[in-house]
DNA sequence: CATCGTTTGTCTACCGAATAAACAAAGTTT
DNA sequence: AAACTTTGTTTATTCGGTAGACAAACGATG
């Protein structure tokens, strides 16, 4: 039995039933005749692959569209509420989870704010969360078809959290507890790594095949999307761009470095320099990143300072992420892209004056769209795929 | 016409051909009953699928092996002599070509030194090697399969040498001008990538998918294998990892941008602290990274500490590399391979205090074996490697 | 409104490639 | 020498895609 490569005929309709699935689903009012344009195949193949797929009802029919000039086409849609995906954003201080439909739309979404909470009380939210956006599914053929779950720390490739620090969490094996809880599949992915994810899907990466997404919160993490896949390295620890040396013989970080990029250019950066400014927050409360946007909107010199500052060290490890990848698209999400107006100038200064002309001349830095929900719809978007590349005999029964 | 991404079923063909003929390359004596079963084909199609290859000449039969208690079998042999590839390292100051078999064993190989050529000039020498190896070439079914030239500098996707600063290069185009001399396809390749392709296939990275192989000489570029397969970013221009910045605000280099970790680990880093400590060539030439080899061998302490620096510095990049990639493997190549010995010890210190456990647990930094010959050889294998993914009708006509 | 050309979608005949299984050839074991 | 093993080829079958015929549905045209 071949643990190999490449195989036999199986593997051809395979592809080509995901291909006109993804063709269908792309542009979704679209005729057989159309498919098989856009796709290369013959008129019976598209024709023999779409009935299969109406019978598993990952598509439908509708009533004949505009001719343009003969017969009129039977139009096919992309049935994406063939089943539902839940994707969780699991943060430091939020939780938020959404339930999407097969196409990335949100049907239903609830947040979640708690702080300093134990592992077990975590559980027992997020448990609470995809209870409640569970038993709110509408009716459909293949239901909840899997469970994703976005957190700030280290995954290994089995999904295992190795280290969370920012949640106090070390070797979580959280997968089987849900997978056992809910009997769907369930995904744990790094947070950066789902927003990115999350942006080539849903936001202005969607054309792009190389797209760095550096999530900047509290810490500073970075998705990688190299040759249109997430790239997670040999164990699943790549982009942890934040634990970038920008200073050597720098500040001490806890992650044993020293000049951390995450200690320049962080939220948490900003809020340090802040406070040793004496910047203070309007309550008593602990003073946060809204405190310092507000500020700068009634044009604070000390806060448009510092995130001038905070730009210009941002822009010091785009341009390392330049010269390393060469991107197409850089996109800065997070916590700090709500910052964007005060940070975009130093940063992008930087970029232009301190890398090469052809290595800037087609890039530009996006600041996120989807903002907070890059990581939730990033992962439930991966979990959604993952369901409609399974096997398609499997649904057949199934369905 | 698809310009999509799946077919047919042709596609299953060439797959299996492919997949035939790497399995008998890999382990060359082998039996048809022993790549069927490894492939998990059928008995049968393997039988056809290697008559084929027969005819076209890229495997051979010998007579009957070992038996294993049953019918003898026919022995196949991957026909490393089917067609040859040219392989040229071209540096700053030195072009070493090679002649290698579709195995990447070398058959001939010619290095010519010189210093601060015009294009013109580097033009004639580079011609003047490769027609010395094609004359020697015996003879065989398909001759020379191609020509690869591996290039300080950045290299664009088509191949035109967009920028090689220690050449003076800007925008050249060398690949038409040797392609319309010889007439076999020219891959022209930045030095680095090459380099890990070398290492991967010949060195000791044959079995990590993830491989980074940083090329420090003069500068430092880098080469990244990424899942297996040489990552080249949008335009081709990534792994300038010489030019990440590791001081931010530190010293200012040629690119542009300031604190570059090639301006405090390359070979010409060192030498410029070696002359600012006083350390001179024992001739009255140019001071060289092998006068100082020299010097630590007998133990002088300036040469030593200057490595043990340099080494700490070198140390602080790979720890972006790691905390970036998560390789399988790094690789440590080029001229300042050379001075392992003195360079090892503070690198694998600062790796293994600066980086968390899980990081650095599965990894190891090797030194090229390779040494001088890595790029060469890999952009050999890159051609070859070309050449027998090329469509199997074709052959089949030319044999 | 009948005819013609066009577009859509299905159906049939055919082909290429893989598989399973039978079979022949060549050895080994007892 | 008989029985079992392993190798490699051959044959029948199956599966999936293609080409092209065909029917249905529609617009344009006189």
């Not at 559980?123 to 009716?139: N, W």
């Not at 997968?175 to 950066?192: F, L, R, S």
């Not at 996120?368 to 649904?395: C, M, P």
Request: one cysteine or more; proline letters at 3%; a negative charge.
């Amino acid at each position: 039995m071949g643990i190999n490569q490449t195989w036999n005929q199986f593997v051809v309709k395979k592809g080509n039933k995901s291909l006109v699935l993804h063709t269908i689903k792309v542009k979704s009012p679209s005729s057989r005749a159309e498919v098989a344009h856009k796709t290369g195949l013959n008129k019976g193949t598209v024709s023999s692959l779409v009935n299969e797929l109406l019978q598993e009802q990952l598509i439908t029919e509708s009533g004949p569209g505009q001719s343009s000039g003969g017969r009129r086409p039977v139009m096919l849609h992309f049935n994406q509420i063939a089943g539902f995906s839940i994707g969780i954003d699991l943060g430091v201080n939020y939780l938020l989870g959404t339930l999407t439909d097969l196409q990335g739309n949100i049907c239903l979404e609830k947040k979640i704010y708690y702080s300093q909470l134990s592992y077990e009380e975590i559980e027992k939210r997020l448990i609470e969360v995809i209870d409640y956006l569970s038993d709110s599914t509408p009716e459909s053929p293949y239901g909840i078809v899997g469970i994703g779950i976005g957190v700030p720390g280290t995954v290994s490739t089995n999904g295992e959290v190795l280290l969370a620090p920012n949640l106090g969490w070390k070797n979580v094996d959280l997968k089987p507890i849900i997978e056992g809880k809910y009997d769907v599949p369930v995904t744990i992915e790094n947070e950066a790594n789902a927003g990115a994810y999350g942006e080539k899907k849903f936001g202005v990466g969607t054309n792009a095949d190389n797209i760095i997404y550096i999530s900047a919160g509290i810490g500073i993490g970075v998705g990688l999307i190299l040759n249109g896949k997430l790239f997670k390295g040999s164990k699943g620890f790549s982009g942890e761009l934040g634990h970038m040396t920008i200073q050597a013989n720098g500040l001490k970080c806890r992650c044993g470095n020293e000049g951390c990029w995450e200690l320049y250019a962080s939220e948490q950066a900003l809020l340090n320099e802040a406070k040793q400014l004496g910047i203070q927050s309007k309550g008593n409360d602990e003073l946060t990143l809204e405190d310092i946007n507000e500020l700068a909107e009634v044009s604070n010199p000390d806060a448009i300072k510092l995130f001038e500052k905070i730009g210009d060290y941002l822009g010091i490890g785009v341009n390392n992420i330049i010269n390393i990848f060469n991107p197409d698209q850089i996109i800065i999400g997070n916590r700090i892209a709500t910052s964007e107006k005060w940070l975009k100038k130093t940063l992008e200064k930087r970029m232009k004056t301190h890398t090469l002309w052809y290595q800037h001349s087609d890039l530009n830095i996006y600041f996120s769209e989807l903002n907070t929900h890059s990581t939730a719809l990033g992962v439930a978007a991966i979990t959604a795929e993952k369901f409609l590349n399974v096997d398609f005999e499997k649904k057949a029964l199934e369905a």
